[in-house]
């Protein structure tokens, strides 16, 4: 293993095979585990139970593509129902006790379309076979076993309208036709569609109605800096609950009265962090838990029958995070999953009329989980006084100080990072590098303040904060600050380019993956049904037109003449979110000054590599790119 990882080091060069024979042996005491061990599709994922209780589905590989596999519960064998060879699949679910449903796209375009087929195989039926067109579940309906809903931007490209499908004959019918100005619906427990979302570019309005015959009327109008999300309708459908920070800082969950338009009490707020989940139990009509996000998951249980499952369930498997995947209809069959830090975890059957827990399978059962590497909580002051959380994740084997290091900011760049497992950190730090992960202004889970301190900061006090944080690891002497690099994806692609254009002098090399580096010509080539939501990112970004000095400012392919450090750029082709221009531009600018940048382009791809081969050629030349650069 170790000297298969030598041998491809060499392909460097000299230089590279200086620096591999130090990491070599700093890492003696840590196994090197193979790069495609943390890449390549897990063993099994994904189990799901039908609604019976008496099936299991899981994905597993056929032919290095992700297909639906069944079992009867109890049962050692499965059998393989769909035959996928261009694209995995990612997400499906059971219709009924009979018929799986699942979704694909073409080469990563995103124009998601539906697909049916039968639990014991057979032929497979496309539902919704429209080019160019993007389908989005609403509502399984559960309790109607031929038919589903479905937003889809067929009748125009830019909105999405909710039809009825029904899964055996594929008939549709549209039962909410889109005005132009919705950007999101909301059903009952009926299946109803109940309430709309409608916006005009900047301000929000959350539209009711009590039947479908009914018209909408306004409930609740805000700014879209005031967040207003029903989430789960009462269970007898008068009233519903609603993620709010209306008047607040953070989000709150709320039971709001759409008869009177008003809030009717807070069900529960956290004064640090924002809180968004909520689950129930359909069965038994009650709510069970609220979840949020600190450095990791926490729950509040509200139901003593939903704390004695999880209870249960970490006395049986202790040391991991626990959620729960899926359940049967009756809930008395629940599908577990189990992670963290270090572990992809595994799947196992809670049976509670048995009151037995039985192992599926591991998720990845070739990582050896003591090699790896934990990854814990940090925060920093940035220079404005901004406290900035993160995670810092150092190679096993290895005296914590002066170690390379592979700055991580995440994409988003409205999202987060979480604590558990990442096959590209884990990665990184066993090839001995550090990996440090911020969650930089505007990330979020930390409020609206926090949030709105990142508009029109692209390149500014947001890389601020990633540059304060390589700041706080090389005065904590965990840092070599010779030998710091950047890598992201998305807005992540996007910091990599700012960091070696407007901070040159941090970094020894950058990695940028799908990432924009023209915020003027990205406004302009997003997704259609992106476009009613472009005048908040107006807000949020900058306007090309009225504030086109700001966007040039801050696109770092204005500004390459100060990049002084390598760069490799690795693009989908397919990508509908940054276009292949944000990467194209970049690559020209530099080669007209004459440097020859290292440029991966996948056919096949969009927004991310998701076929295990173009992700094995990617994290291969970003191995050896970092070890070239970082190593020596």
């Not at 979840?291 to 499952?309: C, H, I, M, Q």
């Not at 189990?338 to 992809?344: G, Q, V």
């Amino acid at each position: 293993m170790i000297k298969r990882f030598f041998a491809g080091m060499l392909l460097g060069g000299a230089v590279l095979v200086v620096g591999t024979v130090v990491l070599y042996h700093q890492l003696v005491h840590t196994q090197m585990i193979p790069l495609r061990d943390f890449f390549r599709n897990p063993e099994k994922t994904g189990y799901q139970i039908s609604p019976d209780g008496t099936y299991l589905s899981y994905l597993a590989s056929y032919q290095d593509r992700l297909n639906i596999f069944v079992q009867p519960v109890g049962a050692d064998g499965a059998t393989r129902i769909t035959s996928v060879s261009d694209r995995d699949i990612r997400s499906y679910f059971w219709k009924n006790n009979d018929q799986i449903i699942y979704f694909r796209d073409s080469n990563g375009d995103e124009n998601a379309h539906l697909f049916t087929v039968n639990k014991e195989g057979g032929a497979v039926r496309e539902l919704t076979p429209f080019d160019g067109v993007r389908v989005e579940l609403e509502d399984e309906l559960e309790d109607d076993e031929h038919n589903v809903l479905i937003g889809m931007n067929k009748r125009d490209k830019k909105v999405f309208d909710i039809y009825r499908l029904n899964v055996v004959t594929g008939d549709l019918k549209i039962v909410a036709k889109n005005p132009g100005n919705v950007v999101g619906w909301f059903t009952d427990h009926a299946g109803k569609v109940r309430v709309a979302i409608a916006s005009d570019g900047v301000n929000r309005k959350v539209l009711y109605r009590e039947t479908e015959s009914d018209p909408f009327k306004i409930l609740v109008t805000t700014h879209f800096k005031d967040y207003f999300v029903p989430v789960l309708f009462s269970f007898d459908n008068t009233f519903f609950y609603a993620v709010s920070n209306i008047q607040r800082d953070k989000k709150v969950i709320v039971a709001f009265d759409p008869r009177t338009a008003q809030e009717t009490g807070v069900l529960f707020e956290q004064p640090a962090f924002d809180v968004g989940g909520l689950s129930y139990s359909k069965k038994r009509k009650v709510l069970t838990a609220i979840s949020y996000t600190s450095w990791k998951t926490e729950r509040v249980f509200l139901d003593e029958e939903a704390r004695a499952l999880f209870d249960r369930l970490e006395h049986a498997l202790p040391g991991y995070e626990i959620s729960i995947a899926d359940h049967n209809k009756n809930e008395d069959k629940f599908v577990v999953r189990t992670y963290s830090d270090r572990s992809l975890g595994a799947y196992y059957l809670c049976d509670r009329a048995t009151d037995t827990i039985t192992k599926l399978a591991a998720v990845s059962p070739w990582l050896p989980e003591k090699s790896l590497a934990p990854m814990k909580p940090i925060s920093y002051t940035a220079r404005d006084g901004q406290t900035i959380h993160g995670y810092l994740t150092l190679p096993n084997g290895l005296t914590q100080k002066n170690l390379p290091v592979v700055v991580n900011p995440h994409g988003g760049p409205w999202m987060r990072d979480s604590w558990g497992y990442d096959p590209e950190v884990q990665f990184l730090a066993n090839r001995g590098y550090a990996v440090l992960q911020m969650n930089y202004r505007g990330s979020t889970g930390y409020g609206k303040k926090f949030w709105e301190l990142s508009f029109k900061q692209w390149g500014k006090a947001m890389q601020d904060d990633i540059s304060d944080g390589v700041a706080w690891l090389i005065e904590q002497g965990i840092a070599d600050p010779k030998r710091i690099g950047i890598y992201g994806g998305s807005y992540g692609g996007y910091a990599t380019l700012a960091g070696l254009t407007f901070t040159p002098e941090l970094y020894a090399c950058g990695v940028d993956y799908v990432g924009v580096s023209n915020l003027l010509t990205f406004l302009k080539t997003i997704p259609e049904y992106w476009k009613p939501l472009l005048e908040v990112m107006y807000e949020q970004i900058g306007h090309p037109e009225k504030e086109k000095e700001l966007l040039m400012a801050a696109s770092p392919v204005f500004h390459v003449d100060k990049i002084r450090v390598p760069l490799f750029i690795a693009q989908g082709k397919m990508d509908p979110r940054v276009n292949i221009n944000e990467s194209n531009q970049m690559v020209a600018a530099l080669k007209e000054r004459g440097i020859d940048v290292p440029y991966m382009v996948k056919d096949n791809e969009g927004h991310g590599f998701h076929n295990q081969e173009n992700r094995f050629d990617f994290y291969a030349a970003m191995e050896q790119f970092l070890a070239k650069y970082l190593q020596a």
